[in-house]
């Protein structure tokens, strides 16, 4: 094994007294691939102190000798990408988790703030002023989700007036069932964000981090040309997704029915682009085991709790994460996918790393 370049413990951002001041570079070729790996056990308890002798890095099935390895903390840039069209109950839920997700941010971490339903907007560009964030995301809970109920098919709310059982005017036309058509762009969504993130400092570790239940309809961007931004740009996705998505729209969609979206996509991003695993919360908080009546309240509290320490989670795993890198052979002149799979020496460990990349106009 030849020397491989690490960072001495201790010299990563944790220890960064003057944020505007670079401790450490990374400095590569430009045909020099960085590979960030989360490595958790059967538990799904993140695991610490592997060397690189515990790595194998395969590209397109060869076997790449590593240049670089560190397992210190990288300052972040995240885009915080919130989904305003989900039901109205769950919108609601997440603006009460807003300060917490400010709060899973370091002082050196930068972060803008994205919105989308039917379009996407930005709130903020990035930034490492946490009181900014905090004002944007208080203004933001003004936002208010869809309200639709189901339709009325029955009942006396079902028509119009009536007399003596007889409508008032002749005979009604019985509602039909037909739910609006949402658009839920989240692949444009992620792209706006992708694109904004190829823009920072590559020696900071992006990340797009999605609260959504997940749905996508409507969107302009294909998945698989907003994966290849991703993959190009050395971008993750990590996602919380609350499950508040119709059992009838998932019929649907195993049948093909046109016009319902789908609702599988963010775990492909997640899982592509090297993100870990989607943290899913459930539309209702279970009861206790004991069998103990729990108020709605507590349940919803119960949620709540969930959905900050996902927060927590994920940009703990985001920022801790071992890094590889490598430069790989007779990259000069090809644009053509590269597959990577990163194995690890040891039985009974998850990797997650990302499936492949594209290299960029300047590898070439």
Request: aromatic share 6%.
């Amino acid at each position: 094994m030849p020397p491989i370049e690490t960072l001495p413990p201790g010299t990563g951002p944790r220890n960064q007294i003057n944020p505007g001041e670079d401790l450490y570079k990374i400095s590569v070729s430009t045909n020099f691939v960085q590979v960030p790996v989360m490595v958790k056990d059967s538990r799904g308890w993140r695991v610490d102190g592997l060397l690189p002798r515990d790595f194998t890095v395969l590209e397109n099935g060869k076997k790449q000798t590593l240049k670089f390895f560190s397992s210190d903390p990288l300052e972040l840039s995240v885009a915080i990408v919130l989904d305003i069209g989900m039901p109205d109950v769950a919108v609601q839920k997440v603006e009460q988790t807003y300060s917490a997700l400010v709060g899973a941010l370091s002082p050196y971490d930068e972060a803008a703030i994205y919105t989308y339903s039917s379009t996407v907007s930005q709130l903020t560009d990035f930034t490492r002023r946490a009181e900014k964030l905090t004002a944007v995301l208080n203004e933001l809970k003004q936002v208010r989700g869809r309200n639709n109920g189901p339709a009325v098919l029955s009942g006396p709310m079902s028509g119009g007036p009536t007399v003596n059982g007889a409508p008032v005017g002749g005979p009604t036309i019985a509602p039909e069932n037909t739910p609006p058509r949402e658009a839920h762009v989240l692949n444009d969504a992620i792209l706006r964000a992708a694109v904004d993130l190829s823009k920072r400092e590559r020696t900071r570790r992006k990340v797009i981090f999605v609260v959504s239940d997940g749905r996508e309809l409507g969107s302009r961007a294909s998945y698989r040309d907003v994966l290849r931004v991703l993959e190009t740009h050395d971008i993750q996705v990590k996602a919380v997704v609350l499950d508040s998505y119709s059992v009838l729209l998932r019929e649907a969609e195993k049948i093909h029915l046109p016009g319902q979206g789908y609702s599988d996509i963010l775990p492909k991003y997640v899982s592509a682009s090297g993100g870990g695993q989607v943290i899913t919360v459930p539309k209702h908080a279970p009861a206790n085991l004991t069998g103990e009546i729990v108020t709605e309240v507590a349940r919803g509290a119960r949620i709540r709790n969930e959905i900050e320490n996902a927060y927590a989670a994920i940009t703990s795993e985001a920022r801790n994460q071992y890094t590889l890198g490598y430069a790989p052979q007779a990259i000069t002149g090809s644009s053509a996918y590269r597959d990577i799979n990163v194995l690890v020496d040891r039985k009974g460990l998850k990797v997650y790393a990302k499936d492949g990349y594209y290299p960029t106009p300047s590898a070439r």
